[in-house]
């Protein structure tokens, strides 16, 4: 399915329920999570305001990027010192290998579930 410049361009919400623009063509006010992030802001629980939608020549289909209003973000909750702390450990755990319980200095793949080490160790031994 290949994905128009009328396909998209839906500003009234008809076809797909929410407001919809070609990827670029969005009305100024409106960001993406990751616009708004750098900017400091949040959605803060608002609803979806439009779309931008573009086409994915690998699947066949689209790729659509939700869009808020800028003016209704909010600010960026401040990190605690708890938060903080949390992230730490749960970094510490993404580091630590669980077969030898080592802290490798790097986040271990989910792919390989083991340290290098370890997946060297295992390979030697079953040649």
Known sequence: MSLTYADCFDPSGARYGVPSY???LAPDGLATRRQLRARGLRPGGQPIAAQVM???RRAGGHLVAYL???DRA???RPMTSRKWGALALA???RRTCPR???D???CIP???GICGLCLAAEEQRAA
């Open 91 to 93: 970094m510490l755990a």
């Open 104 to 106: 490798v200095g790097y």
């Open 22 to 24: 070609p990827f670029r």
């Open 100 to 102: 030898c319980r080592l």
């Open 68 to 70: 808020y209003r800028i």
């Open 74 to 76: 909010k600010p960026v």
């Open 54 to 56: 573009r086409a994915n």
């Open 110 to 112: 989910r792919s390989k």
